[in-house]
């Protein structure tokens, strides 16, 4: 039985990911007892605030924000890229998106459609950089878009001023661009038990999720872009302009991460100011890398990233430092790469002998 699920590779990646779960839990029960705490109630008090409706409505939330970001990277990975500019590319998305929202009036849905396009295409635009460097000057991606994501926030803080794109936020010191109108805001999804809303983008991160399945496994451009990341040369020989998909792939890959801040700004901040969230690009990669670039996957991976997050906040009112979280995740992180290359390997190893014997039969 166990020979057969090791045969199959989705199964491969089920298993390395369980099996990096337990080991991280296994980990952090670790420091937590060498710290004086109790794991098992330490776990029990995480578990009962997290399935909480408000923490499932702000752990659905935040996880629409990890899964555009893992998405946005997994698509570099696919190529072989490292756009490691996520955060910079949806923060300059997003604060472009909302000053142009507030700045138009028009009809619903028109208004949306428009804040939403005006994101990606700044995300898109901003990683093209990346993408031209690379292909004209051979310059990293890593490096190019390390150097963005700071250039990206010296733009910003240019523009989120006063006198420029922004204003300051009444009864605060904040500054944020003008409030989009309800025409532009997107209402959010009701739960059950909880006064917050779901924010009704939550729906754009599973259409993208879908269009990236389909793209990358029902089209030639996919398959072009998956051939290209196997072995460039390989690609070139078969006559595909590897430098193009260069372009393209990055291109994509910043207008998935011009999204990122959309399900909040539409569907909660309705504005962009100095406190928007930050660090999610950065946290994109990780969970890509736990959903092996999988759109399910990074489902399941974003969802369980948001659910620690969130249920982290209990540990602080128990007198336990909510960093043992990031412990938690810091594990399965350095896990979970190591054990899915145990698991692939001993899967090919029976694949193998499963071939021999079956050879060894027909030769009978």
């Known amino acids: 039985m166990i020979s057969n699920l090791l045969a199959k590779s989705y199964a491969r990646t089920v298993i390395a990911a369980l099996v990096a779960l337990v080991f991280a839990v296994v980990v952090t029960s670790i420091v937590l007892s060498i710290s004086g705490f109790n794991p098992p109630s330490t776990f029990q008090a995480m578990f009962d605030f997290g399935k909480e409706p408000d923490s499932v409505v702000n752990t659905v939330n935040r996880a629409s924000a990890y ?13 072989n890229l490292f756009n490691i500019g996520v955060d910079g590319q949806y923060r300059l998305a997003a604060m ?24 990606a295409v700044v995300g898109g635009a901003w990683a093209g950089i990346a993408a031209i460097l690379k292909v004209t000057r051979g310059v990293s991606e890593v490096i190019s878009t390390i150097m963005l994501n700071f250039i990206g926030t010296g733009v910003i803080a240019f523009l989120l001023s006063p006198d420029r794109l922004a204003a300051k936020v009444a009864g605060s010191n904040n500054v944020g661009t003008k409030p989009i109108g309800s025409s532009g805001r997107v209402p959010g999804i009701s739960y059950p038990g909880s006064d917050l809303k779901i924010y009704g983008l939550v729906l754009l991160a599973v259409l993208a999720g879908l269009g990236f399945w389909f793209v990358i496994n029902r089209t030639r451009f996919g398959f072009d872009l998956r051939a290209t990341g196997l072995s460039e040369s390989a690609a070139v020989a078969s ?16 207008a998935v991460a011009g999204l990122v801040g959309m399900p909040q700004l539409l569907g909660g901040s309705y504005s962009y100011s100095l406190d928007f969230p930050t660090g999610i690009g950065f946290t994109g990669i990780g969970i890509a890398l736990l959903g092996r670039n999988n759109p399910v996957g990074i489902a399941f991976a ?9 249920s982290s906040q209990i ?9 043992i979280v990031a412990i938690t995740q810091a594990a ?13 390997r001993v899967g090919r190893r029976m694949d193998q002998r499963r071939v021999a014997a079956e050879l060894g039969e027909v030769a009978a």
């Not at 899964?67 to 190529?79: D, K, P, Q, T, W």
């Open 302 to 310: 974003s969802l369980l990233w948001a659910f620690l997050d969130q």
């Open 332 to 344: 399965v992180l350095l896990s979970v790469v190591v054990v899915y290359e145990i698991v692939n």
């Open 96 to 119: 472009l998106a909302a000053a142009a929202g507030g700045a138009w009036a028009l009809p619903a849905g028109l208004h949306q459609l428009v804040i939403i396009v005006v994101a």
């Open 67 to 79: 899964y555009l970001s893992a998405l946005a990277v997994a698509i570099g990975f696919r190529m």
């Open 315 to 323: 540990l602080e009112f128990n007198d336990i430092p909510k960093e």
């Open 239 to 254: 006559g595909v302009d590897a430098k193009r998909m260069v372009v393209i792939a990055m291109v994509l890959s910043g």
